[in-house]
């Protein structure tokens, strides 16, 4: 992933940071999910995304103090999961 990737993505994000969770548009507000799916961000995009800021910023710990970040370990299999909850209570709303 290159600065241009995670610029891109910031620049879609923010599309709904705007639209949806600041700034509340006035056309998207009776249709919140347009929002979303204009902004073109998929799961894969907010996973690639998340893991190559993590990696980075692991990178850049390690050069400032000399030792590797501890942290618990997550593999993140249990965002299929929760996204299945989240689609069906959306539905229900």
């Known amino acids: 992933m290159t600065l241009a ?4 993505f910031s620049r879609r ?7 949806a969770l600041v ?10 999910r347009k929002i979303y799916k204009d902004a073109g961000i998929k799961n894969s ?6 893991r190559a800021l993590w990696a980075a910023m692991q990178d850049l710990y390690q050069t400032a103090l000399g030792q590797a970040y501890r942290r618990d370990s997550y593999s993140g299999a249990d ?3 929760l ?7 959306s539905q229900r709303a």
């Open 79 to 81: 965002i299929t999961l």
């Open 13 to 19: 994000l923010r599309a709904i940071r705007n639209k």
């Open 5 to 8: 990737d995670v610029r891109d």
């Open 83 to 89: 996204e299945k909850c989240r689609n069906e209570i």
């Open 45 to 50: 995009d907010v996973d690639k995304t998340i």
């Open 23 to 32: 700034h509340i548009d006035k056309a998207g507000v009776f249709d919140p």
